[in-house]
């Protein structure tokens, strides 16, 4: 029987090849971490017991069929396989991205059906995890798997930083941001600081997809034509979202404090700043979906991996996220659903 309020958190392992399994035993190595909540890994007893012989981790854990055999108090272990894996640290391997599909496509089919609460997934190679099945990343997969709107957002306590466009190349960007793909962004990231993060009547900034925001036309007129529209329009709506702002000094001038949030046009136009600004204890929280996901700020790191060099901090923030997000999204509905508490709200 679980506790009450004790959090049921998946995990799926990631490339077996980099450090995700290293990061996440790391942080769960520390005993404490099992009174926030209940941990279940995807992947199997075999892979778990060389990982943690191969980096000399000193954990125990506990073997099961299935995640609503999570026993509390201890780190469970799904064993979604039965063979033993061919692990090469470092490589970027077929069989690698083989076992990251297994372990995330059983992660999710628990969160789907309930048998965990929250997900936190470990780092994968979007290369080797290709397959006739799967032609996806992670935010693509649980945007088809969950309902929703995804959003990919970057979080701190203090910055958080969402994405209009996320992997599309920088020549394609431009023509993908339209006035409704912004809408849906802006809907998304305000919905998510209100349920997620508790922001009552959260503000929003906007970056410009240009330099200088296109300097009045001169570099490009996306912003003049694209944005600037939109923004006065949802403005005018009651929507508190500025700009667009010019990027280049927009992080350095400390600007973003002023905000909530920050939706960013295109990838390294946010992550940039983001991760610069972070120092590696920044969360990846793909808001908009049913379900809880975040993960870590970091990929594989094939180039420690096996060295046990690998720092947990962005996994273990991953962890405290989604737990956080997990509660403040159950007490967000409580609320709303009650029509007292909701006059209460709106005072």
Same mark, same amino acid.
């Given at each position: 029987?679980?506790?009450?309020?004790?959090?049921?958190?998946? $995990?799926?392992?990631?490339?077996?090849?980099?450090?995700?399994?290293?990061?996440?035993?790391?942080?769960?190595?520390?005993?404490? !971490?099992?009174?926030?909540?209940?941990?279940?890994?995807?992947?199997?007893?075999?892979?778990?017991?060389?990982?943690? /012989?191969?980096?000399?981790?000193?954990?125990?854990?506990?073997?099961?069929?299935? %995640?609503?055999?999570?026993?509390?108090?201890?780190?469970?272990?799904?064993?979604?396989?039965?063979? $033993?894996?061919?692990?090469?640290?470092?490589?970027?391997?077929?069989?690698?991205?083989?076992?990251?599909?297994?372990?995330? #496509?059983?992660?999710?089919? %628990?969160?789907?059906?309930?048998? $965990?609460?929250?997900?936190?997934?470990?780092?994968? *190679?979007?290369?080797?995890?290709?397959?006739?099945?799967?032609?996806?990343?992670?935010?693509?997969?649980?945007?088809?798997?969950?309902?929703?709107?995804?959003? !990919?957002?970057?979080?701190?306590?203090?910055?958080?930083?969402?994405?209009?466009?996320?992997?599309?190349?920088?020549k394609d960007v431009s023509a993908a941001i339209n006035a409704i793909l912004i809408r849906d962004k802006v &809907?998304?990231?305000?919905?998510?600081?209100?349920?997620?993060?508790?922001?009552?009547?959260?503000?929003?900034? !906007?970056?410009?997809? *240009?330099?200088?925001?296109?300097?009045?036309?001169?570099?490009?007129?996306?912003?003049?034509?694209?944005?600037?529209?939109?923004?006065?329009?949802?403005?005018?709506?009651?929507?508190?979202?500025?700009? @667009?702002?010019?990027?280049?000094?927009?992080?350095?001038?400390?600007?973003?404090?002023?905000?909530?949030?920050?939706?960013?046009?295109?990838?390294?136009?946010?992550?940039? @700043?983001?991760?610069?600004?972070?120092?590696?204890?920044?969360? *990846?929280?793909?808001?908009?979906?049913? /379900?809880? #996901?975040?993960?870590?700020?970091?990929?594989?790191?094939?180039?420690? %991996?096996?060295?046990?060099?690998?720092?947990?901090?962005?996994?273990?923030?991953?962890?405290?996220?989604?737990?956080?997000?997990?509660?403040? &999204?159950?007490?967000? !509905?409580?609320?709303?659903?009650?029509?007292?508490?909701?006059?209460?709200?709106?005072r």
């Amino acid at each position: 029987m679980q506790e009450e309020g004790k959090i049921k958190l998946g $995990i799926s392992i990631g490339d077996l090849n980099g450090i995700g399994c290293e990061v996440v035993l790391k942080t769960f190595e520390d005993a404490r !971490m099992l009174d926030f909540c209940t941990p279940v890994i995807f992947a199997s007893n075999k892979t778990i017991s060389f990982q943690k /012989k191969e980096l000399n981790l000193d954990i125990n854990y506990h073997g099961i069929a299935d %995640a609503s055999k999570a026993v509390d108090g201890k780190i469970n272990v799904v064993n979604v396989w039965k063979e $033993i894996p061919k692990i090469n640290f470092g490589e970027a391997t077929k069989e690698g991205g083989k076992y990251a599909i297994q372990s995330l #496509r059983a992660a999710v089919d %628990a969160l789907k059906n309930d048998t $965990i609460d929250a997900l936190v997934t470990a780092p994968i *190679n979007k290369n080797n995890i290709q397959a006739e099945d799967f032609k996806f990343g992670h935010t693509d997969f649980l945007a088809q798997e969950l309902e929703g709107e995804s959003l !990919m957002f970057m979080v701190t306590d203090e910055l958080k930083v969402g994405l209009l466009t996320d992997h599309v190349a920088v020549k394609d960007v431009s023509a993908a941001i339209n006035a409704i793909l912004i809408r849906d962004k802006v &809907r998304t990231i305000e919905k998510s600081l209100q349920m997620d993060f508790g922001i009552r009547a959260p503000k929003v900034a !906007m970056l410009g997809i *240009n330099p200088h925001s296109g300097d009045n036309g001169i570099i490009g007129k996306e912003d003049d034509e694209v944005l600037k529209p939109v923004i006065k329009e949802m403005s005018d709506a009651g929507h508190l979202v500025f700009g @667009p702002y010019s990027a280049d000094s927009f992080f350095g001038s400390d600007a973003y404090k002023n905000f909530d949030a920050i939706l960013a046009a295109y990838h390294d136009q946010g992550l940039i @700043p983001f991760k610069t600004l972070s120092f590696g204890k920044g969360v *990846n929280f793909t808001a908009g979906l049913s /379900k809880v #996901r975040t993960s870590p700020d970091h990929g594989t790191a094939y180039e420690i %991996a096996g060295k046990g060099k690998a720092d947990p901090s962005s996994f273990k923030e991953a962890v405290f996220t989604a737990l956080q997000i997990f509660k403040n &999204r159950k007490e967000y !509905m409580e609320l709303t659903k009650n029509p007292l508490q909701k006059q209460r709200i709106r005072r």
